[in-house]
């Protein structure tokens, strides 16, 4: 079947404006997370979706970043008043039930702030 | 929370010989320990992972090793092929976290032909 799909593959902004991230999980995943990746580095944890309710939203670095899952399916993260270091690669994963279970990566949407 | 460390961050081998990449973690209940691999500007890909009930796992030539007592855990890759350069990286879930998966910092593997 599918896998997971994320969209806009790459995006270019300017400091100050919104953007916003799809996510389209496996069909049938309850589980849902976002992560950033820097370049170099590992998947850093920013939140946790099981089914329409954020579980954990701790890894969200400010107010800045928020994300919703409206209908317990599609994941949209939002970023207001983007600054350069928002700049990264932004990773959904999802899993079928949730915590401590295998996580299937999304292609990322690479963001850059200008 | 869980701080995941990974060594090395660059390993190159010749074809055909075996790789180790080795991670330790600092929570002792982290009991999920899953090992991705990230070709370039690619998703990561789950390639195996390791529950805290069981010292070691092997599929075909990718095996990993866990220790408890010590928090590590540790990658083998035996009889390398160039299609293994990769990105891997270690990562670990504790138990009851509120965190989910902390990643290591990634180890990059170039099999020289």
């Known amino acids: 079947g599918a896998g997971v799909s994320q969209t806009p593959s790459n995006k270019v902004t300017e400091k100050g404006k919104y953007v916003e991230l799809r996510c389209d999980p496996i069909?049938?995943?309850?589980?849902l997370y976002w992560y950033r990746q820097s370049l170099g580095q590992g998947p850093e944890f920013l939140i946790y979706?099981?089914?329409?309710?954020?579980?954990?939203d701790s890894g969200l670095p400010n107010d800045r970043f928020f994300a919703v899952r409206p209908e317990g399916s599609v994941s949209t993260l939002k970023i207001q008043r983007t600054e350069r270091g928002d700049s990264a690669v932004y990773l959904c994963?999802?899993?079928?039930?949730?915590?401590?279970?295998?996580?299937?990566f999304g292609p990322g949407t690479r963001l850059l702030v200008l | 929370g869980e701080n995941v460390e990974q060594h090395p961050s660059t390993l190159s081998v010749q074809e055909g010989d075996s790789a180790v990449i080795k991670c330790t973690y600092s929570?002792?209940?982290?009991?999920?320990f899953p090992w991705y691999k990230q070709e370039l500007g690619k998703r990561p890909q789950l390639i195996i992972d390791?529950?805290?009930?069981?010292g070691e796992k092997k599929d075909q030539r990718i095996a990993v090793t866990l220790n408890k007592t010590a928090k590590h855990f540790s990658l083998h890759i035996t009889e390398t092929q160039p299609e293994d350069s990769a990105v891997y990286f270690c990562?670990?879930?504790?138990?009851?976290?509120?965190?989910?998966?902390?990643f290591g910092s990634g180890t990059q593997l170039t099999v020289l032909p």
């Open positions: 994963a999802s899993s079928l039930l949730g915590q401590g279970e295998t996580q299937y």
């Open positions: 069909s049938g995943h309850t589980a």
């Open positions: 979706f099981q089914g329409t309710g954020a579980a954990d």
């Open positions: 929570d002792s209940a982290s009991n999920y």
């Open positions: 390791i529950r805290s009930n069981v």
């Open positions: 990562a670990a879930w504790p138990k009851g976290s509120a965190r989910q998966l902390t």
